[in-house]
Structure formats: structure tokens, C-alpha cells
């Protein structure tokens, strides 16, 4: 029996841990040479021992074993009898959770010069439009489209890699030359699941305000085996965006005329985030907080689309 002349307080942390009291089998220890160890164990291995001095001789029949867990106060009393046994090693098994990790191609609209030059505007289509235009330019901050859009692309690239995506970024830079149909091959050939192109609007009336998405059309000549999932796409980002920014809900258009859509082999949205015509939406736009809500409203629409 171990007589204790004061109470030992051990406050152990760690995932597992073994308390416990390793004696002599043949005879008793002299005083002050009997211990009691405190291993943490993670995933099987000794991380750290701590080793406190018992007050009495031990036995060899006394010794303590005891399982507790993280951050569990453990305090040994006075006059406790403990039973001699070696500590065994405890393994703690942590299974992966198997999460699959989509992959996110994202265009930033535009460019700082557009090529007029023509392409297609589908696969086999003998209609034609300017492969590239630079954008529209904000009616109160004389900010360009080009710019805005980036500028939001790489915070929506950073937060998707936060939520742990894949991201591809169609352009980086302004001073780039990439048409509207090679931007969707891009993302075709990414390996990406869904494609994401930022984008601003315009009107002629400056008082229109407000969120809207597109999508292919159901029966698009070129890209109709996509537009069910572009759809839903277009509406969870939409739906997302407009509660996080409290945006006007301008819905979701479909139309067959954009090469950018029409070239695409995979869900394809156009996010067109506010007027850029507009004064009050354009200024909103250009700051860092009612970026951050446009950012994490396509994020969440992301998240909805693939739960």
C-alpha cells in the first residue's frame, strides 16, 4: 500500500493517455525511487512522460492503471492501493475521411484590349461574333470591367481553396489575349467540374440595379447536354449572392448567343454582379466589404450546387 503524505494534482492533455505505475516484480523499491508515469499517446507513439515521486515504498503487489481522456483532471488521494502491471502502449486509429475535391475553373471577364477579330460562336456554327471585348467601365468610378472582375476572380480563388476546391484561373493578368470560345476550351480541358465567368453589366438606364446569372438554354444548339446543371449553377449562385448582399434578384437568363457558354462541355454560369451604370452599385462594388459578400455568396452557391 502506498501511503500518500500529500496529494499529487496532474492535469494530463492529449488525445490518450496511461497512467500508470511500472515496480520492481522481485522487491520492494527503496524510498523515494518508486514512480508513476504519465504517457500522452498519439496514434500509437510516446509523446511525452512525466514521472512523479511516490512517498512510501511500493509493493510488489501494488501498482495503478487508469484510462482518461483529453484534458481530464486526474487526482490521486491519500492511502491508495495500487496493483503492480507494465503499461502497455495504447494505439489510437484515425480514419481519413474520404472527401472528394472539386475542381473550379474561374474566368475573369474580359481583357484590357479586346480582339474584334471573329469566331464561331459554337461548335460548327456559321454565325459569328468579336472574339473578345474589354467590358464596360463604371459610370461613377471610371473603374473598367476588366479590372473589377480579376480583382474579384482572386478573392473568390482564394476563399474556394480555403473551402478546400481545386481552382483554375482562365487569366491572371490584364495584358492577355484569350478568346471567349478558347476560355471555355480552357476550362474544358482543365479537368474542372464546373465553370465560373465573373462578369459586370450595363444599361442604359442607370437606375437598374441588381444580381442576375446565365445559363444555356434548354434545347442551345451547341451545348444542351449541359443545361440542366447549368441551371441549377446559375440558381444556387444567384439565390446565394442575393442573401448574403441583399442584392435586387435580377434572375436567372438563358440565351444561346454567348460563345463563352456555348463552347463549354461543362456547367457553365455567367455571374453578372451588379450595373456597373449604376452609381450607387458601381461604388459598392469597388469595396473591400461588398466584394467580400459577392465572393462569399458565389462560394456558398458553389457549396449548395455540389450538396
Same mark, same amino acid.
Given at each position: 500500500?502506498?501511503?500518500?503524505?500529500?496529494?499529487?494534482?496532474?492535469?494530463?492533455?492529449?488525445?490518450?493517455?496511461?497512467?500508470?505505475?511500472?515496480?520492481?516484480?522481485?522487491?520492494?523499491?527503496?524510498?523515494?525511487?518508486? $514512480?508513476?508515469?504519465?504517457?500522452?499517446?498519439?496514434?500509437?507513439?510516446?509523446?511525452?512522460?512525466?514521472?512523479? @515521486?511516490?512517498?512510501?515504498?511500493?509493493?510488489?503487489?501494488?501498482?495503478?492503471?487508469?484510462?482518461?481522456?483529453?484534458?481530464?483532471?486526474?487526482?490521486?488521494?491519500?492511502?491508495?492501493?495500487?496493483?503492480?502491471?507494465?503499461?502497455?502502449?495504447?494505439?489510437?486509429?484515425?480514419? /481519413?475521411?474520404?472527401?472528394?475535391?472539386?475542381?473550379?475553373?474561374? /474566368?475573369?471577364?474580359?481583357?484590357?484590349?479586346?480582339?474584334?477579330?471573329? +469566331?464561331?460562336?459554337?461548335?460548327?456554327?456559321?454565325?459569328?461574333?468579336?472574339?473578345?471585348?474589354?467590358?464596360?467601365?463604371?459610370?461613377?468610378?471610371?473603374?473598367?470591367?476588366?479590372?473589377? $472582375?480579376?480583382?474579384?476572380?482572386?478573392?473568390?480563388?482564394?476563399?474556394?481553396?480555403?473551402?478546400?476546391?481545386?481552382?483554375?484561373?482562365?487569366?491572371?493578368?490584364?495584358?492577355?489575349?484569350?478568346?471567349?470560345?478558347?476560355?471555355?476550351?480552357?476550362?474544358?480541358?482543365?479537368?474542372?467540374?464546373?465553370?465560373?465567368?465573373?462578369?459586370?453589366?450595363?444599361?442604359?438606364?442607370?437606375?437598374?440595379?441588381?444580381?442576375?446569372?446565365?445559363? =444555356?438554354?434548354?434545347?442551345?444548339?451547341?451545348?444542351?447536354?449541359?443545361?440542366?446543371?447549368?441551371? +441549377?449553377?446559375?440558381?444556387?449562385?444567384?439565390?446565394?449572392?442575393?442573401?448574403?448582399?441583399?442584392?435586387?434578384?435580377?434572375?436567372?437568363?438563358?440565351?444561346?448567343?454567348?460563345?463563352?457558354?456555348?463552347?463549354?462541355?461543362? =456547367?457553365?454560369?455567367?455571374?453578372? @454582379?451588379?450595373?456597373?451604370?449604376? =452609381?450607387?452599385? /458601381?461604388?459598392?462594388?469597388?469595396?473591400?466589404?461588398?466584394?467580400?459578400?459577392?465572393?462569399?455568396?458565389?462560394?456558398?452557391?458553389?457549396?449548395?450546387?455540389?450538396?
Amino acid at each position: 500500500m502506498i501511503r500518500k503524505k500529500k496529494k499529487i494534482l496532474m492535469i494530463l492533455s492529449g488525445i490518450m493517455i496511461t497512467l500508470g505505475a511500472c515496480v520492481n516484480q522481485e522487491s520492494g523499491l527503496p524510498r523515494g525511487k518508486n $514512480t508513476i508515469e504519465v504517457q500522452n499517446v498519439e496514434e500509437g507513439e510516446e509523446t511525452a512522460t512525466s514521472t512523479v @515521486m511516490a512517498d512510501e515504498n511500493i509493493t510488489p503487489t501494488t501498482n495503478i492503471e487508469e484510462m482518461v481522456t483529453l484534458s481530464q483532471t486526474i487526482k490521486i488521494e491519500e492511502n491508495i492501493t495500487v496493483t503492480p502491471v507494465i503499461t502497455e502502449e495504447i494505439k489510437i486509429e484515425e480514419k /481519413d475521411e474520404v472527401v472528394q475535391k472539386y475542381k473550379i475553373a474561374i /474566368d475573369a471577364g474580359h481583357q484590357q484590349k479586346g480582339n474584334s477579330e471573329q +469566331e464561331a460562336i459554337g461548335p460548327g456554327a456559321t454565325e459569328t461574333k468579336a472574339k473578345v471585348a474589354s467590358g464596360t467601365t463604371g459610370v461613377s468610378t471610371g473603374i473598367p470591367e476588366y479590372q473589377l $472582375t480579376l480583382e474579384v476572380a482572386k478573392k473568390l480563388e482564394a476563399e474556394l481553396i480555403n473551402r478546400g476546391y481545386e481552382v483554375i484561373m482562365i487569366r491572371e493578368s490584364h495584358d492577355v489575349n484569350i478568346s471567349n470560345a478558347e476560355r471555355a476550351e480552357i476550362a474544358n480541358n482543365s479537368g474542372a467540374d464546373i465553370f465560373i465567368r465573373i462578369h459586370a453589366n450595363g444599361s442604359e438606364n442607370q437606375s437598374v440595379s441588381g444580381i442576375l446569372t446565365i445559363s =444555356p438554354t434548354k434545347n442551345n444548339p451547341y451545348c444542351s447536354q449541359i443545361f440542366a446543371e447549368s441551371r +441549377e449553377l446559375s440558381e444556387e449562385i444567384l439565390n446565394a449572392m442575393v442573401e448574403e448582399t441583399g442584392a435586387i434578384n435580377k434572375g436567372v437568363m438563358e440565351t444561346d448567343t454567348m460563345s463563352g457558354i456555348n463552347w463549354c462541355e461543362i =456547367p457553365v454560369s455567367i455571374v453578372e @454582379m451588379g450595373f456597373m451604370s449604376n =452609381p450607387k452599385e /458601381d461604388e459598392l462594388m469597388q469595396t473591400e466589404e461588398y466584394q467580400k459578400k459577392l465572393v462569399k455568396g458565389m462560394a456558398d452557391g458553389i457549396d449548395s450546387f455540389f450538396n
